[in-house]
């Protein structure tokens, strides 16, 4: 069942602004980073690379960047920081919770405590050369209800301070994406949303409070970009080839057969109106709420090209919509 369908491919943001419904993830291009031995990044990066994707992306249009402090143990943020620096028409939101030590790029821990999310604030805010965090998201998904509200209240004060402009919660649970809804500050989720995984109640708690869908895993870790086959095996260094709980898209670094199965079941409908598999699954998450803001992943310039070709398009017209949602329901049953 379709939530709100619209044609437009922008969005209104928190203060007004409009800018296109397409952000970019800025998670791979942090490079490798790892907790003991299990790989947490998505493999080499060229900084280079990275950068001029990111300043095509802007030249294409895209206006929003999503980090976090941890991506890289903080070198992404220190290349978004690089390639944006303080100008104030683009918008960059980054996320904390994750310590890592940026000299062994390891995890050292998860923590939610006022010091530490100040701290936090101001190494991002050097990290990414702002003069003001536009976007801050707390990054603990299952961080326990009734503990959260010390942390927005501390987010409240930042935002008071002039440091930060808005915050949100990258959680999966509608039960903590409503619990601070109605604070002065709060405006977006952060969570997984794919056309494997179209997750109505969240969805419900974003139009309910008018907040902003910022959809992580939009392209099922790539598994949407069509570049895999059942042979392809991601390297030592990329996360899909790490055993984790939540990796349910790739299984020992290869697709997760059930999901090639239904990815294969969709392939074509997807690519309605010509677009590439890529565009079409990010033309699929704006035709189910005009809430979405997807922000696929990348880390080369052709990548950002792609990403961003989809907004020519808009979304998937409703009778594709409902002939995927048929498709995959046979395959569940």
């Not at 490079?31 to 990066?45: I, K, M, N, S």
């Not at 991601?234 to 020992?252: H, I, P």
């Amino acid at each position: 069942m379709l939530t709100k369908p619209d044609t437009k491919t922008t969005i209104n943001l928190w203060d007004g602004t409009e800018i296109p419904r397409l952000g970019m993830g800025c998670w791979a291009i942090g490079g490798p980073f790892y907790a003991g031995d299990t790989p947490l990044g998505w493999g080499e990066v060229d900084d280079k690379e990275s950068i001029a994707a990111i300043h095509r992306a802007i030249e294409l249009g895209i206006r929003f960047f999503d980090t976090a402090s941890n991506y890289g143990a903080g070198h992404s943020e220190e290349v978004l920081g690089e390639a944006i620096g303080n100008r104030s028409d683009v918008v960059v939101a980054t996320k904390f919770g994750f310590a890592t030590n940026p000299e062994t790029k390891q995890a050292t821990g998860a923590f939610a405590d006022a010091d530490f999310i100040r701290r936090s604030a101001e190494t991002s805010l050097r990290r990414l050369k702002r003069d003001r965090l536009d976007l801050l998201q707390f990054h603990l998904n299952d961080f326990p209800l009734e503990q959260s509200d010390d942390v927005f209240e501390t987010l409240e004060k930042l935002r008071g301070e002039g440091k930060v402009d808005a915050f949100g919660w990258s959680t999966d649970y509608p039960d903590r994406a409503a619990r601070h809804a109605a604070r002065p500050g709060f405006v977006s989720v952060q969570h997984t949303m794919n056309v494997f995984k179209p997750v109505p109640d969240m969805i419900s708690v974003i139009d309910r409070y008018g907040l902003i869908s910022i959809n992580r895993g939009p392209l099922a870790m790539g598994l949407l970009s069509g570049k895999f086959s059942a042979d392809t095996k991601v390297g030592d260094k990329d996360v899909r080839g790490a055993s984790l709980d939540w990796m349910v898209y790739f299984k020992d670094g290869r697709i997760a057969p059930d999901f090639a199965a239904r990815l294969q079941a969709v392939r074509e409908l997807l690519k309605s109106g010509g677009r590439t598999l890529t565009q079409g699954a990010l033309a699929w998450l704006w035709a189910r709420s005009s809430r979405t803001l997807p922000i696929p992943g990348f880390r080369t310039v052709a990548q950002v090209e792609e990403n961003a070709g989809a907004l020519a398009e808009g979304p998937l017209p409703p009778a594709v919509m409902t002939e995927i949602d048929e498709t995959l329901a046979q395959l569940r049953t």
